[in-house]
């Protein structure tokens, strides 16, 4: 089946077979390796994509479903040189240890920030309550996002 | 099948208990997100509302504030961002959080088939686990409930993405502060949300001061009577008393809004 998406602000066109997934399209067949395939359920956000901006488990996605949409994944937020504000407070903050959930929790992160500036600590923790973590504990990363929270920034700079 | 963000359907494929040569992606289909209130004072949420539309929704905080907590808790949010409430639905998963609170809001959902359109109550959706009487050439497309006029409250224990047991409640309370009509519901220990009637029963017609005691005496035999699934999710006898212990948080809240509006 025919798709046209939006990927990371470049568009895409591709012939694609129905039952593939997105995150087998963008890692294989694009390339693009940072996005993790772990617990492959939608449970863990290893896998967190955006779709029009919102957090999506792309190893539970067809990609016909991003026909017509616009998708973010890891690369798209990452500079091309150094780090965005999210990963900045992830690295400064201790936020990462093996750093296999991690794209999951910037992509999530920045989608929050996105839609919520300023959140609570609350706010965080149930935003983030799909992301797992086996190596940090979460209190590094929960600094980190508070960190972000408190700051004032333009518009522009997630 | 029918789908719309597929996050149980295409799980279900991935891991292979459901079979289909065909799904029907329906996110094409104009009209079926729109949420609005009616002339009869009624609600109507389109089924492919996803939660994260519903939870953010301006009239569903104004006038149904805990389903919008509801839905802004299922799952993850990712499943939130698209996930529907239609789809939450007909999947039939036991360990749900809405139908639970949509059978104690009295909710009926509009079936569109060839022969036509019917409306199905919520209490009667669920025919087993798994299971709904939606016939495979029938789409869910609205849900409708009327308008609360009392507290509606909703309590429950998870710990991983679905919840183990929860209840839902709500309450019509008359002006001279006597609850006229309770619904309570107690989802996700059997097939479908069952009913607490000695507690509506208990309910009806009681200041609302006095609930906890009328209450007291009628729940130990009300939750005995629940059917339990044992699970992974625990015992039955744990559900049980979780079930009582989320019932009395409800109605906690419940007397306490109940009194703020006096």
């Known amino acids: 089946m025919p798709i046209s998406f939006v990927l990371n602000g470049e568009a895409?066109?591709?012939?694609?077979?129905?039952?593939?997934?997105?995150?087998?399209?963008?890692?294989?067949?694009?390339?693009l390796k940072g996005t993790k395939r772990s617990c492959d359920m939608e449970i863990c956000g290893a896998c967190t994509m955006l779709l029009d901006g919102d957090p999506i488990s792309s190893c539970t996605t067809l990609a016909v479903d991003v026909d017509q949409r616009e998708v973010t994944t890891i690369e798209g937020v990452t500079p091309a040189e150094g780090l965005s504000r999210v990963q900045k407070a992830f690295v400064l903050h201790g936020g990462l240890q093996c750093g296999f959930c991690t794209p999951g929790f910037?992509?999530?992160?920045?989608?929050?920030?996105?839609?919520?500036?300023?959140p609570t600590e609350e706010e965080i923790r149930h935003y983030?309550?799909?992301?797992?973590?086996?190596?940090?504990?979460?209190?590094?990363?929960v600094e980190a996002v508070k960190s972000l929270a408190t700051e004032h920034v333009a518009e522009q700079a997630a | 099948m029918f789908y719309s963000g597929g996050t149980e359907l295409l799980l279900a494929m991935k891991m292979r208990v459901i079979h289909t040569e065909r799904i029907i992606d329906i996110k094409g289909l104009p009209d079926l997100d729109i949420?609005?209130?009616t002339e009869a004072n009624e609600i109507e949420i389109g089924a492919r509302c996803t939660h994260k539309n519903i939870a953010e929704n301006s009239l569903i905080r104004q006038q149904v504030p805990a389903l919008s907590s509801l839905c802004g808790d299922v799952a993850n949010v990712r499943v939130r961002s698209v996930g529907t409430i239609g789809g939450n639905l007909c999947f039939g998963e036991p360990h749900a959080d809405p139908p639970t609170m949509l059978a104690a809001l009295n909710a009926r959902f509009m079936l569109h088939g060839p022969k036509g359109i019917r409306s199905v109550s919520a209490d009667d959706f669920?025919?087993?686990?798994?299971?709904?009487?939606?016939?495979?050439?029938?789409?869910?497309?609205?849900i409708v409930f009327p308008c609360p006029t009392g507290p509606v409250t909703y309590r429950r224990f998870k710990h991983g993405e679905r919840p183990s047991v929860n209840v839902a409640m709500v309450w019509s309370v008359d002006a001279g502060g006597a609850i006229n009509a309770a619904r309570v519901r107690v989802g996700a220990l059997s097939s479908r949300p069952q009913p607490l009637k000695a507690v509506e029963e208990a309910l009806r017609g009681c200041f609302v001061a006095d609930v906890s005691l009328a209450i007291e005496r009628v729940l130990p035999a009300a939750l005995d009577e629940l059917d339990v699934n044992e699970d992974r999710h625990g015992r039955a006898d744990y559900k049980r008393h979780l079930a009582g212990v989320l019932l009395m948080r409800n109605v906690e809240e419940a007397m306490s809004r109940t009194e703020n509006h006096r």
């Open chain 2, 126 to 142: 669920i025919r087993s686990e798994l299971e709904t009487v939606r016939e495979p050439d029938e789409l869910l497309t609205k």
């Open chain 1, 128 to 141: 983030l309550h799909g992301n797992l973590c086996r190596c940090t504990g979460y209190v590094k990363i």
């Open chain 1, 106 to 118: 910037i992509m999530a992160v920045t989608a929050l920030l996105k839609a919520t500036p300023h």
């Open chain 2, 35 to 37: 949420i609005t209130s």
């Open chain 1, 12 to 31: 895409v066109a591709l012939e694609v077979p129905a039952h593939t997934l997105l995150i087998d399209l963008v890692r294989d067949r694009l390339g």
